[in-house]
């Protein structure tokens, strides 16, 4: 019910998840990322415990090919599960478990992994993959490339309702954290017109956390 991807900025370092479900809040359940050690993404009759864990074991220094084969041989019903992960070097690793829903699979590239399951078809992924890498720009604009290179591939073979976009850079909280939990329009539009209004005060919103002195104006009556 879902599709996705995990993806490294090259240039700055900058991880991001970007996901799209028929289900609800889907980003709430299958969105992993750590600034310095990599995304996850943990999808198809999902559990939750399986991204912060892949994360710790690449905290602790596995590759994403390492965690992910530690994941399989420690998660519960793991036949059940997709789990996508890239680390901080760029390397990505996929498990997609043979009960994943209906039409299922996955794609790689330098960088990105994408997958999916009760797809509308199995090129979404590569789609997914060939849009993020055909994209420039910000990871934020990246992701949403891929992402509707994804949908326009095809998608789920429903109708998706939930979509988010995570990213993490240099500080211990997401940078970035939108999310569209339900609507009957496109979710990823939804998340794509979030993200034009975030992204030219994302910075700012950092420089917010860590010095407030030399915060610029929240530009609202009374801000000075």
Known sequence: MTF????????????????????????????????????????????????????????QGMTANEAIAE???????????????????????????????GIWTQAEGTDVASGGNLLANDGVPQAIVDGFTGAKGHLGDRLIAAMRAGLAAGGEAGPVHSAGMMIV?????????????????????NISTAWEIYKPQLEAYIQRALDPRQAPSYGVPGDE
């Open 71 to 101: 994941v399989v041989a420690r998660g519960r019903f793991i036949d059940y599960r997709q789990v996508l992960a890239v680390d901080v070097a760029g390397v990505t690793s996929i498990h997609s478990g043979p009960n994943s829903l």
């Open 169 to 189: 850079d240099k500080v211990s909280w997401p940078v970035a954290d939108l999310r569209c939990d339900w609507t009957e329009d496109c979710p990823i539009e």
């Open 4 to 59: 996705s991807l995990v993806a490294r900025c090259a240039e700055t370092g900058m991880f991001g998840v970007a996901i799209s479900s028929s289900s609800p809040a889907v980003a709430a359940r299958c969105s992993y990322a750590r600034a310095g050690v990599g995304a996850v993404a943990s999808q198809n009759v999902t559990d939750p415990s399986l991204g912060p864990l892949t994360l710790d074991l690449m905290e």
